[in-house]
């Protein structure tokens, strides 16, 4: 089992940054991929961010991309997202993810078998 914990979500205004952090503990051992997802209220939940372990891939969904920057040290133990540039787009929930073994589509919620509780986003115009 692998426990996941989001932190650092908040409120910020249009432009500004934010920086959430996932710790993993439990059995990491095996998890080759670790995710952010998002969802806001009445869509669908949604890939954004994946990283592969020591960060040597890195996938982005077109609507983060140049602004977020996912990174990871002590492999599998701790995952993060800088969040730049924000928009009142960004407001959702953000969770974690980690995957068992190779997810086929880094972004599909498909490829993740652990999840965290997630913790809230939201940018004001």
């Known amino acids: 089992q692998v426990q996941l914990v989001e932190s650092g979500g908040g409120s910020v205004q249009a432009g500004g940054s934010l920086r959430l952090s996932c710790a993993a503990s439990g059995t990491t051992h095996g998890t080759n991929y670790m995710a952010w997802f998002r969802q806001a209220p009445g869509k669908e939940r949604e890939g954004i961010a994946a990283i592969s372990t020591y960060g040597i891939e890195t996938y982005y969904s077109d609507s983060v991309k140049g602004r977020f920057t996912i990174s990871q040290v002590s492999a599998k133990d701790t995952v993060y997202l800088q969040m730049n540039s924000l928009k009142p787009e960004d407001t959702a929930k953000y969770y974690c993810?980690?995957?068992?073994?190779?997810?086929?589509?880094?972004?599909?919620?498909?490829?993740?078998?652990?999840w965290g509780q997630g913790t809230q986003v939201t940018v004001s115009s």
């Open positions: 993810a980690a995957a068992i073994g190779y997810p086929l589509d880094s972004l599909s919620i498909s490829g993740y078998t652990y």
